[in-house]
């Protein structure tokens, strides 16, 4: 479906392509020129290659549309069994932004995991992995609150790995348990067998979840593990789409629509920085906001490749400093290292100032920015958990000893969190 959303936006927007062609910025800033576009001299040949790709991707998504129809029957038991989404268009993003988007073939799977019967195993555990920000906590959250999940089980249990032996025998309910464990790092394979051998005593029909990025984590399970990455181009491009324009039809505003696939390339499947970019894109459809929001994150990924040679997204999941253009948040200052973190308890300095991310790159209010160290919470989800995510933004002279020149490697940065 999503593919098939992707191809006729594409059409649609080719009459539109010249307005979208990159323009004409100051990297040190987010205005954009008086002469905002160039007229790209390929423009041409450009075009003729990108129809020749769109007819390619047409024909696919016909056939696949003809595939189904051929199947009609067993395509229909099929959507039998799939959630059912919003038929209003103009306030999908209200549906959209208040429940979990995709991941109807995940919840599936660990649904039968913990409705399962007849385990295998005396104890049960299933891996979840996946990288910073793809959505499994809310997943599972997603999956725990499901009514039969929640009558299936006489107990429903939340810990991270420092929490592992802080849990005694008797502080076990009679009844089948479930058990969610969240890692942020390695687990010791001695402390994790002192861990299952603690919880066997749970009754028959209790089963683990271990949510974690690392792939390692995947030797702890008894079944196949559940790995979660980014939406596709496709379905980042459609959530996308529907968060920006809100309620406003996007045929109305042609010139936008054009956009949504260059933000969507730029932000590299990050579903939180979607959202933030969202919220503030909503608020506004003047192109010449749209644009500068386009400008600024491509800067800021323009900048963080060539000095940290990764994209940001990456960077943060990794743990890395990140650099923001000053432009883009409003600082005087011309860049500013952020730190991640995923929770308001995981940053230390809980006096420093408070800002949102999304108040700052909508300007509104004009918000000027402390002079020194202060927390940015790039988003605080409205969905299970409510994961809050935040990030220490420290001035140029607390960053003394980062050492932001370092090229980026593959070792996670001690001690910090994301």
Known sequence: MYRGHHVLDTIRSMKHREFSEEPVWDSSALSVSSTPYKRSRTIDSSRAT??????SELQSALQNLEAGVANMVEFTVLLGGCERISRRPYDAYLYIDNFMFGRHVEKQKIMRFLLEHNSPAPLSVLPVIGGNGVGKKTLVA?????????SHFSMVLHLNGDDLFRITDHEWM???TLVVIEFASDVDEDDWATFHRSITNMDRGSKVIILGRNASLEKFGTVK????SCLSLEEFSYLFKTLSFGSADPTDHPHLAALVEK???VLGGSLISANVLADALRKNLSAHFWLSLLNGARDSVKKNN??????PHELFSRGHPVHLIGGYILS???SRIVKSANSMTNVPEEGLPRIMFGDLIAREGHVVLPRGDFRLISWESRLPPYTSFVHLVRSASSCVDDKPETPLSGKKRTGLFT
């Open 50 to 55: 990108d129809m020749v790709m769109i007819n």
């Open 142 to 150: 997603r999956v725990c609150d499901d009514e039969r999940v929640r």
């Open 174 to 176: 009679s009844g089948k």
């Open 225 to 228: 593990p559940i790995s979660l």
């Open 263 to 265: 933000f969507a390339t």
């Open 306 to 311: 060539t000095r940290f040679g990764a994209h």
């Open 332 to 334: 005087p200052v011309p």
